[in-house]
């Protein structure tokens, strides 16, 4: 799948842009400045490559929020909304079909995408659409933004991160990503991998708070314990001899004292309940507190980027969240009322079955002989309750015990399924490396690779030297763009041996950093791609490249006195 064309247009201002992409290097660039004044920046080379991207879900804001300073530009924004600009993106097939994606600019959280005719006001309902049609892949997992991310490199840290191009993203997140793009056929697999993770770490997290209380060990040496006290006692009550006139009051003792053993049981897990619940508020607390709205920040920019534009600020969502603390507190505080009910009317009914059993010794006790009894059978009730207890406190330990169990069998048939397929990944990921340690070698003389290490359950990827590096200390600002740019291209390559049928193109802005030796390397190599290589680039970092080569390139050309929106 590749790009053919971009038109950005209005019905107030007829065709804004329209621009026709081709096979192999795409140059976006700045007209040759005349006057020491002239800049070929802020023309709108980036703003280009935004317009791709707003094509394929990105954030509208993209346009007019600076990304570091988040001021905003009222005069592209109210441009943009004030004329409905849309943007119409063609994308053709390995078999020459057409198929167009449009987007229009709107006001506030709307959203307005086109499909060819089928018509979206959901961004993530066109999401999911956008990667059934490029991806042919209807998984949850990994987002179509996250996989974009890899495609469309707009912004510095993206030049810069060969690999981690997600914002506020786990190994797990990576792992989905990676092994997505090279070819894991089965990527349901790695969404549901990724929910079992998320929820073994939530009940560990628990189980741990329940052994810090006590643990196992301990619970079930104490029980042991209690048991044989148990055990002795009734030996001795057995032992005891009493009259047939007395073996009712007996049985009824008996009788009486089981219940007091289920009810200290089950006591004691409300009771349990209850310092869990403390535990959960103290946490909330806690959070409310601590809590950075830079962190914050970033996880909203994460959300922007993978699902589009929110309906609410990060203001109203930084609210939001400091409600839903509060929230959460105060019902987890409302079921605190309900539990100390419950634990006021247990341990009431406890406490009349621990009367009717005084009761019962106090009769029996009236006859001298029944003192050494009555002690036997205070010391049992205490045992019980001992038992209950202990019993309780075993019985949650073992429950946690069992799930985490259960969701560590799934981890291992989810992690037994990913093997399965890991060696056509292992042939795709080879013939990657193929590529990329060609083009690293003709850019530094240094090769590299694409590896993995499995490392708790995740596959880590990282890039790695193939033998001794030639270049000493760490690598430059240039030199690892120039990498990054090695490993999209080595990537459209391996995607043109399998003849794939997803998107074949990547977009690139700020390689100026490269020098002009490698990016004449780096055309060289483009050129030869059955893939497309967009790139936004000022024209005098483009002095060791043939002007013949760079008109015949070139698809988009900017000044100040023509920016991309002609504003």
């Known amino acids: 799948m590749f790009l053919k064309r971009l038109v950005v247009k209005s019905l107030n ?13 795409n140059l976006i660039i700045d007209r040759s400045v005349k006057k020491r004044t002239e800049t070929g920046n802020s023309v709108g080379k980036t703003t280009a490559l935004r317009a791709i991207d707003f094509c394929l879900g990105a954030k509208q804001d993209g346009f007019y929020i600076d990304p570091e300073f988040k001021t905003e530009d009222t005069l592209i924004k109210d441009y943009l909304i004030n004329n409905e600009v849309t943007f119409d993106l063609e994308v053709v097939n390995l078999n020459g079909k057409v198929t167009k994606i449009s987007r229009k600019a709107m006001s506030g959280s709307k959203t307005y995408a086109v499909i060819d005719e089928e018509v979206f006001t959901n961004l993530k309902s ?7 049609l490029l991806f042919m892949n209807s998984s949850s997992k990994p987002s179509f933004r996250q996989i974009i991310t890899r495609f469309i490199r707009s912004s510095s840290d993206k030049m810069s991160n060969a690999l981690r191009t997600l914002t506020m993203a786990s190994n797990a997140d990576y792992e989905t990503l ?13 969404s549901e991998k990724q929910h079992i993770v998320k929820l073994l770490k939530k009940t560990e997290k628990e189980y741990d708070v329940l052994l810090k209380i ?5 619970l079930e040496q104490s029980l042991a314990v209690i048991v044989r006290d148990i055990e002795n006692k009734e030996r001795d009550a057995e032992e005891f001899k009493l009259s047939d006139s007395y073996s009712s ?3 009824e003792l008996n009788e009486i004292r089981g219940e007091i053993s289920n009810l200290s049981q089950y006591l004691s897990s409300l009771e ?12 909330l607390v806690t959070q409310q507190d601590k809590t950075d709205p830079n962190e914050l920040k970033k996880l909203y920019v994460e959300a922007t980027e993978r699902i589009g534009q929110l309906s609410k600020t990060f203001e109203m969502a930084l609210n939001f969240h400091n409600k839903m603390l509060i929230k959460k507190t105060d019902f987890i505080k409302s079921q605190m009322s309900y539990l100390a009910k419950s634990i006021d009317n247990t341990r009431a009914e406890l406490t009349s079955w621990l009367e009717k059993e005084s009761y019962i010794l106090k009769e029996l006790s009236k006859l001298g002989s029944l ?3 009555q002690i036997i059978h205070k010391e049992l009730n205490k045992l019980y309750e001992s038992k209950g207890d202990f019993e309780s406190s075993l019985m949650q330990i073992k429950e946690f015990e069992s799930r985490i169990e259960s969701l560590q069998m799934k981890l291992q048939v989810i992690s037994t399924e990913i093997e399965k397929e890991i060696n056509n990944f292992n042939d795709n990921l080879s013939t990657f490396n193929k590529y990329f340690s060609e083009y690293t070698r ?3 003389n240094d090769e590299f690779i694409l590896a993995y290490e499995v490392h708790k359950e995740n596959y880590v990827f990282k890039l790695e030297p193939l033998g001794a590096i030639q270049t000493k200390g760490n690598q430059g600002d240039g030199k690892k763009k120039a990498q990054v740019t090695a490993l999209d291209l080595a990537y459209l390559s391996s995607l043109e041996e399998k003849r794939a049928k997803t998107l074949r193109f990547v977009a690139h802005d700020g390689i100026e950093a490269i020098h002009a030796n490698q990016i004449k390397t780096l055309f060289d190599i483009a050129a030869g791609i059955d893939g497309q290589y967009i790139l936004a680039i000022l024209q005098d970092k483009l002095s060791s490249v043939d002007n013949g080569f760079i008109e015949d390139n070139t698809v988009l050309k900017l000044s100040e006195s023509n920016k991309f929106f002609k504003i």
């Open 371 to 373: 003192n050494d009894l």
């Open 272 to 283: 349990m309940k209850r310092m869990l619940n403390n535990k959960a508020i103290d946490n």
């Open 214 to 218: 006590r643990s196992k060990n301990a």
């Open 249 to 251: 009051q007996i049985i």
């Open 13 to 25: 201002l007829g065709i804004i842009r329209d621009i026709t992409f081709h096979k192999g290097v």
């Open 442 to 444: 003709e850019l530094y």
């Open 178 to 190: 990676n092994l997505f793009l090279f070819g894991f056929n089965d990527a349901s697999v790695l």
């Open 126 to 132: 066109f999401h999911d659409s956008l990667k059934s």
